[in-house]
């Protein structure tokens, strides 16, 4: 199976009393073989799942590899809507959604993660950091009152 590649670049372009102060930044991530691109349209009023990840021997349809994964974004192509992305978290290994945590995407911004695979964690009773990572089983977008498109792209490598 052939191999590439991925580069990923994030770049902040601002001029600020005459002197450029954003920056890039790029990074590479080795041995990509599969990628999983799609817009998605969110109904208005509905919740959309629109990537789950599980384990390669689950039998979930249309489930992407949890631990082949190594790239994640999501990006809202709504010129003036936000959405909900609610990130759904397994609290065991491979395991069903029984947390989760919600980011506001206002319109035409991106959220980007790495691996699903033990790459998140949530403590409702601290406001400590938490070292103890759970699994991000899906991603759920809430467009609220208006229909919406987001852009889901998804970067594995090879099993």
Do not use: W
């Amino acid at each position: 199976m052939a191999t590439a590649t991925l580069s990923v670049t994030h770049t902040e372009s601002i001029s600020l009393n005459d002197r450029e102060q954003g920056g890039t930044k790029t990074y590479t991530i080795a041995s990509i073989a599969d990628v999983y691109k799609r817009i998605v349209t969110c109904p208005a009023g509905s919740d959309t799942t629109v990537a789950t990840f599980q384990t390669l021997t689950s039998t979930s349809d249309n489930a992407i590899d949890l631990e082949l994964t190594k790239y994640i974004r999501v990006t809202n192509l709504d010129a003036s809507n936000s959405v909900n992305l609610s990130l759904q978290i397994a609290g065991a290994e491979g395991g069903t959604a029984n947390m989760s945590a919600t980011i506001l995407l206002s319109a035409g911004e991106t959220f980007t993660m790495g691996t699903p695979h033990d790459g998140i964690g949530i403590d409702d009773d601290a406001a400590g950091i938490v070292t103890s990572l759970n699994d991000l089983e899906s991603i759920l977008i809430d467009p609220g009152a208006n229909s919406v498109a987001v852009e889901v792209f998804v970067a594995s490598t090879a099993a």
